[in-house]
């Protein structure tokens, strides 16, 4: 299936890159954010009876750097979603108030940290690094189907079958030319990784190919 992102500006994606400049590794944050909120609300669902988790079920936000693909990957194992929900929440829900914000504030340059979070543009921030950006996605509920999500960047997207066997959401990152200190430096990512953890209670790790690929 192909659609169109829910806004009218052909040009959020640029702007998001100019705005952010000066905080290029804010992408980070608002991936594990999205994850731990992820496995949160799956926590809650089972507390409900609405959801089952196995006994031995390990919640864990994964981060997977492969220089050889340039990709950034990020993984959860929280609730997941559905076709459905990927077109609520990824093509409509989280470009709610982006016009109003681009027309208020395109020619003012400085107390840009918040405006990703405020406008619900967190998962879009991947793009401030990345050429495209895939999602790969299973629902916790019973019988649900795989679904892959991708977009190069502009307002279009693409969504079709996909092959995640485990509920919960991967975010890959084809990380552009000039971005490609991120899937090098393997030590600064590690350090953001030790930071995020002072806000969240899932264990996080970090994977690097690097060493595999030159080896």
Known sequence: KHGSLSINSENIFPIIKKWLYSDHDIFFRELVSNGCDAITKLKKLEMMGEAEIADDEEFKIQILANPKEKTLTFIDNGLGMTADEVEKYITQIAFSGAEEFI?????????????????????????????????????????????????????????????????????????????????????EIDQLSQKEKSYQDYQMTLNSLKQQITS
């Open 103 to 187: 027309e208020k504030y395109k020619d003012k340059s400085e107390d840009n940290a918040g405006i990703i979070g405020h406008f619900g543009l967190g998962f879009y921030s991947s793009y401030m690094v990345s050429e495209s950006v895939e999602i790969e996605t299973l629902s916790y509920q019973p019988n649900s189907q795989p679904v892959h999500w991708v977009s190069d960047g502009s307002t279009t997207y693409e969504i079709t079958d996909g092959t995640r066997t485990q509920h919960g959401t991967s975010i890959i990152m084809h990380i552009t030319e000039d971005e490609e200190e991120f899937l090098h430096l393997k030590e």
